[in-house]
């Protein structure tokens, strides 16, 4: 079976067990070994493309992108010697020598790889000087607001959209230095071509595509994480709500979360105005005489449906009654609820809106 | 004037015909006349429709219209010599007579005086320089293509055609791979793998179904070899898929074209009608019971789409764009399955090394570079256009004997350029070097895809490099940044260089960047782009700091660094200089000799071009 077989595999001077199927990057993180990457996202497949994770591979005169080069037995590794710290810089340096380099008001400020990797790296925008893209910033999208300035073609949206997705609303157009992600004919991205699930924001390392939502709502350490499941389908996706002075601002993908590895559709992701409307309901209601609403415990309530159930059934018989479930129940209300119609109505009349 | 010419044979002829009819009644004689008529696409541009359109008039008027059709004005493709298109042959009683220049207007004088009166026009005839053009040569590609008409399949089949395939599909799978990979073929689309290798490796990969895709997407500018090949000899392709695809197990066969070569396409698609009315492609070919299909794939034209994965991409009707290797296409090719990707070129040496067998393949050519190569000579030479050479041949015998040596007398073999935008230069100095695979990649070129282009004294070395890095930073498909940003930094500062405000520092960081660029990139394209600016630092890097340090372009290409000065001695003091200067630079009084004020020339060489004395300079 493949994908069993052991590979040794010596990273650092660090002896791994690697699968055959696995590459180096994969082995490495396993071990622990941090290999600089801006195209690559565990939820994609292996891009090759910022070519920052090169390593030096023994026996193999060139370097080598640890992203997409599967490990072979006795294969070993040195994730980091003067001339690939050299081509980092370089490569970091080309980035920024086409980058606004405007950190200080850039929404993603402290949650940015290339911010993070320049720091790293300790390199600026000076060394290459020369043309820069001066791009307008595009807010044709509802939801997802694109400044292409800040864009490094890491492709990762294109590919969110088109292999997790796809949608396929989105590819690189152009060539050469005018290459970026764009729609077709570079229309805009609307009702006709985008799903509006924030998958692409979710991926991008830089402040190119962010929420609109959360714009200039507060920087990133300044929120509370709150890990929570998704409320509108059963399915139970995770993600994070952000929290800042006790109000949801915007939701980021968890990345770790066993069901949805950090995927999202347009409700999870966008759909949480709700929280704080002025009209959300808050306690059951109870609808009086004169057809009016009124607040209500949940005892005061579940007691009204008692008995209206009880009285129904004794009137009409115990058919004439059913239960009628929603799909942002989870499978475990799902089971619950058609249990209490066969247990308590005692007939198999349940039915659920997702069903179709 | 055409008119004019057009009545007088008319004339001639009728007494000719009627007071002589001895030795030159073999003129109407059909048997004994064949016109060739180059109908590739240089002779197409050149106007050979014309020319063959002119040949059928005048041979009606000469009564000859029933004897003469289009058995006789045959249509063959380029052999190579296109600076002088449109040529025709006019072969008569077996000898053959060449002409070179051909128009239309003067078809009616060949006519009348060579093929009526049997003495051929020796002013229009190709010179001397036309057979030092073909002697050092050995055509084994481009002689077919010279020589049969490519659109008709039995015109190839004449020449033993479809013989190599019908050998090979005798023969076991395997052996068909030994033979190939005893001839020693290596790959022509530029890394020069072994193709024999290539096919081992593929038949070795059990999934199926596999493909065996033919790459004419030629996107070097200034290559036109494969085009060539095709629009000559589209055949000798189509025989070569079909030996390969039999060898690795494939039963369908692509060849990605680019659209821009509409007339090879064309030919294509009547060629493969024609094998498969012939039963070459189709069911049970040769009743051997392997089945083989082809279809054509047009691209878009992007050079990217030449490179192996960038093309499977675009076949499989994604974005041209390379991926890493491994896997490779021979494991995890074309929709994922086991794919041979081999350029036209390599394939349509497969029929001869079929019939004529590995050893006599393996007997031309160098050490471990076997057969011949096409290059598309051009530059500063004298005879420019498609050539056949055996591999190790030198340099020099390229340059000065198939190339007739410099354009110019006045100038000098200053570098060769190889390989394309891929390749390095070759200084004049290294010019006994052998042309094959390992003698090119270690002086810092490569073959590429055969581009070799001659440059004299007066090419600038700093603005020929920055012309291959536009191209390929043009070309890049934006996958990886070392390639998307790194040729455009680079070709910025080649363009500061040539500009007149280069750093001191400028060359050291182009081969910084250079060397990271080539050793990052993902695929050739980048690995390659910065060869050209190496190469030229290496050798000429004088060259650069002059640009530089001097602000002088030693050879006066780079405009802005021009300085133009009045030669006081040659000067006649006729003031026209003066008066088409745009911004007042020249002093001058009537009787006064002319002087420039640097600090006012805006470098636009008005005065150079008004100057009647060439006092300027
Ligand atoms: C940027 C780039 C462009 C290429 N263009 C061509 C091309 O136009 N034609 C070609 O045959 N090979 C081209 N190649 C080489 C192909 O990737 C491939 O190696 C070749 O077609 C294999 O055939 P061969 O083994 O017969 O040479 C190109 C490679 C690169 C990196
Ligand atoms: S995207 Fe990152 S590096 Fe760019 S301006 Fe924003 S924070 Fe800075
Ligand atoms: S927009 Fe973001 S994710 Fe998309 S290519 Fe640019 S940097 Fe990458
Ligand atoms: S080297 Fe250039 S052409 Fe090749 S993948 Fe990278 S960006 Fe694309």
Not at chain 1, 41 to 50: H, M, N, Q
Not at chain 2, 88 to 96: A, F, N, P, Q
Not at chain 2, 525 to 536: D, F, H, I, K, R
Not at chain 2, 539 to 559: D, L, Q
Request: hydrophobic share 35%; net charge positive.
């Amino acid at each position: 079976m493949p994908g069993k077989k052991i590979k040794k595999v010596k990273i650092d001077g660090r002896r791994i067990a690697c699968e055959k199927e696995e590459t180096i990057l994969q082995a490495a993180k396993k071990a622990g070994i941090e290999i600089p990457t801006l195209c690559h996202d565990d939820r994609l497949e292996p891009y090759g493309g910022c070519r920052l994770c090169i390593v030096e591979v023994k026996g193999v005169g060139r370097p080598l992108p640890a992203c997409t080069t599967p490990v072979t037995n006795n294969m070993e590794v040195r994730t980091e010697n003067d001339t690939i710290k050299r081509i980092r810089k370089n490569i970091i340096s080309l980035l920024l020598s086409n980058h606004p380099n405007d950190c200080m008001r850039c929404e993603k400020t402290g949650d940015c790889a290339l911010q993070d990797l320049a720091y790293r790296y300790d390199v600026d925008g000076s060394r290459f000087e020369g043309e820069k893209w001066d791009l307008p910033v595009r807010e044709d999208n509802p939801f997802i607001t694109y400044e292409p300035d800040k864009c490094i073609l890491c492709g990762r949206c294109v590919r969110i959209c088109n292999e997790v997705v796809m949608a396929g609303t989105i590819d690189l157009v152009g060539r050469g230095f005018n290459s970026m992600p764009d729609t077709a004919f570079r229309k805009p991205r609307s009702l006709d071509n985008c799903e509006f699930c924030g998958q692409c924001v979710s991926t991008c390392p830089t402040g190119a595509l962010t929420d609109k939502k959360g714009r200039g709502k507060g920087r990133t350490y300044e929120m509370k994480k709150v890990r929570t499941t998704c409320s509108y389908c059963g399915t139970g996706c995770n993600f994070d709500l952000n929290v800042k002075n006790g109000k949801v601002v915007k939701v980021t993908s968890a990345y770790d979360a066993p069901v949805n590895y950090g995927n999202l559709c347009i409700k999870g992701r966008y759909g949480y105005d709700f929280i704080h409307n002025a009209d959300r309901i808050k306690t059951p209601l109870i609808r009086k005489g004169d057809d009016s609403f009124h607040e209500a415990t949940w005892d005061e309530a579940l007691e009204l449906i008692a008995d209206k159930f009880s009285g129904l059934m004794k009137k009409y018989g115990n058919k004439t009654v059913g239960a009628f479930s929603s799909s942002r129940c989870t499978n475990e209300e799902n089971f619950l609820i058609s249990k209490f119609a066969r247990t308590v109505f005692r007939n198999n009349n349940v039915d659920n809106c997702a069903r179709v | 004037m055409a008119e004019k010419k057009k009545a007088k044979p008319k004339t001639k002829t009728t007494t000719r015909s009627k007071t002589k009819p001895g030795p030159k009644a073999k003129g109407p004689d059909v048997e004994g006349l064949t016109i060739r008529v180059c109908v590739g696409t240089g002779g197409l541009a050149a106007g050979s429709q014309e020319v063959i359109d002119s040949f059928h008039t005048e041979l009606k008027a000469h009564g000859l219209e029933a004897a003469v059709e289009k058995k006789c004005v045959n249509k063959t493709g380029c052999r190579g010599f296109c600076a002088k298109d449109v040529l025709v042959d006019v072969i008569l009683d077996g000898s053959t007579s060449t002409y070179q220049r051909v128009r239309p207007e003067k078809i009616s004088r060949i006519v009348e005086e060579h093929i009526i009166n049997g003495r051929p026009v020796e002013e229009w005839l190709v010179g001397p320089d036309y057979h030092t053009f073909h002697d050092k040569q050995t055509k084994i590609l481009l002689k077919q293509c010279g020589q049969i008409d490519p659109e008709d399949i039995n015109a190839y089949i004449g020449i033993g055609g479809y013989e190599g395939a019908k050998k090979a599909l005798s023969l076991t799978e395997f052996e068909v791979i030994e033979e190939v990979k005893k001839s020693g073929l290596r790959g022509r689309g530029g890394a020069g793998f072994l193709t024999g290798l290539k096919w081992e490796f593929c038949s070795m990969s059990r999934a199926t179904p596999k493909y065996i895709i033919c790459n004419a997407d030629e996107g070097d500018p200034g290559a036109f070899m494969d085009r060539s090949i095709i629009e000559g000899n589209p055949h000798s392709v189509i025989e070569g898929m079909i030996i390969g695809g039999y060898a690795i197990g494939a039963n369908t066969g692509y060849i990605y074209i680019r659209a821009e070569y509409p007339l090879a396409i064309e030919r294509l698609k009547i060629a493969i009608d024609e094998a498969t009315k012939k039963g070459f492609i189709g069911k049970d070919i040769f009743e051997s019971g392997f089945d083989f299909e082809i279809r054509i794939k047009e691209g878009a034209g992007a050079f990217i789409c030449g490179e192996e994965t960038a093309l499977i991409a675009s076949i499989e009707g994604k974005r041209g764009m390379p991926r890493s290797k491994p896997p490779f296409p021979v494991n995890k090719g074309l929709r994922g399955k086991p794919t041979v990707i081999n350029n036209v070129e390599t394939l349509s040496n497969l029929p001869s090394i079929m019939t004529k067998g590995a050893s006599w393949f393996s007997s031309i050519g160098s050490e471990q570079s076997k057969g011949t190569k096409v290059f598309a000579l051009t530059g500063r030479i004298k005879n420019t256009g498609l050539i056949e050479v055996p591999m190790g041949i030198s340099l020099k015998e390229i340059i000065y004997d198939i190339g007739g040596g410099m354009e110019k007398k006045n100038r000098k073999l200053k570098a060769v350029q190889t390989g394309g935008p891929s390749g390095g230069c070759i200084p004049a100095s290294h010019i006994n070097m052998p042309v094959d695979y390992e003698s090119l990649m270690r002086i810092g070129s490569m073959m590429g895809s055969g581009g070799m282009v001659v440059m004299d004294d007066a090419t600038c070395m700093v603005d020929m490099s920055k012309f291959f890095i536009s191209f390929t930073q043009s070309e890049s498909c934006g996958k990886c940044v070392p390639c998307r940003i790194g040729t455009k930094r680079m070709l910025e500062i080649l363009t500061r260089i040539t500009g007149g405000s280069g750093k001191e520092s400028d060359i050291d960081l182009l081969i910084e960047i250079g060397t990271d660029i080539k050793l990052s990139s993902l695929c050739g394209l980048g690995q390659s782009a910065p060869n050209p600016v190496l190469s030229t630092i290496n050798f000429f890097r004088k060259e650069y700091e002059s640009h530089i340090k001097k602000g002088i372009c030693p050879a006066g290409v780079c405009k802005a660094l021009r300085q133009y000065v009045i030669n006081a001695e040659a000067c006649k003091m006729c003031g026209k200089c003066a008066r088409v200067c745009p911004s007042s630079a020249v002093i001058w009084q009537p009787k006064q000799k002319a002087v420039i004020n640097k600090s006012k020339c805006v470098k636009c060489g008005a005065c150079f071009d008004a100057c009647p004395f060439n006092s300027i300079m």
